[in-house]
């Protein structure tokens, strides 16, 4: 069975946007879609970055192991929140600080906002860090405004019906591309 990370990029105390990267661990269990595992900047503490993990003499181990399990995954959904027209420089740090890891890997973006425009503002310069170092990043957005009205502390959907049609699009496109990856690979 292939392997999807979810990607939670906020470390904001109190931050909301794991909401939606819970929602999706359950989702992609609940329906046996992928293997999947949950990984959250907050538990890695990366320092501001300095130079790629190829050249670092002396990496932490946290930092390995992130880079190890990124390149294990076959597929990774990014979530992150908007933060002033931008994300996160947590999420930042973790794009810049690998390169090969992310070198056609199928990335598929959910930006979430307390707002009502869902962190659309976000998705232009995070599919651009991500271009540039050649990821594959889906057409297929999943945009989540007024977060705390949408999702409870667990991840749970106030309107399970509706955001599981638009997992379900958003999920067999990240699909997709990690299939056709898998076979230009053989």
Do not use: C
């Not at 929602?23 to 949950?38: G, N, P, S, T």
């Not at 959904?77 to 794009?95: I, Q, R």
């Not at 056609?104 to 009502?116: E, F, L, N």
């Amino acid at each position: 069975m292939q392997k999807i990370i979810v990607l939670s990029a906020s470390v904001r105390t109190g931050k909301k946007s794991n909401r939606v990267a819970l929602f999706f661990e359950q989702y992609i269990k609940k329906h046996q879609l992928a293997d999947v595992e949950l990984l959250d900047l907050e538990d890695y503490d990366f320092p501001i970055f300095h130079e790629r993990l190829r050249f670092l003499k002396n990496p932490s181990e946290k930092l390995i192991e992130f880079s190890a399990r990124i390149k294990a995954a076959d597929g990774i959904v990014l979530v992150t929140p908007e933060y002033n027209g931008g994300y996160p420089a947590s999420l930042k740090n973790a794009v810049d600080v690998l390169y090969d890891e992310w070198k056609r890997k199928p990335i598929a973006i959910s930006t979430v906002s307390d707002g009502p425009f869902g962190g659309n503002n976000v998705i232009t310069s995070i599919q651009y860090s991500l271009w540039k170092i050649g990821a594959l990043t889906v057409p297929a957005l999943f945009p989540v405004a007024r977060v705390m009205e949408n999702y409870d502390e667990h991840g749970v959907p106030a309107n399970e019906a509706f955001t599981g049609k638009l997992a379900h699009h958003f999920l067999e496109e990240l699909k997709w591309y990690m299939e056709a990856v898998a076979r230009m690979k053989n």
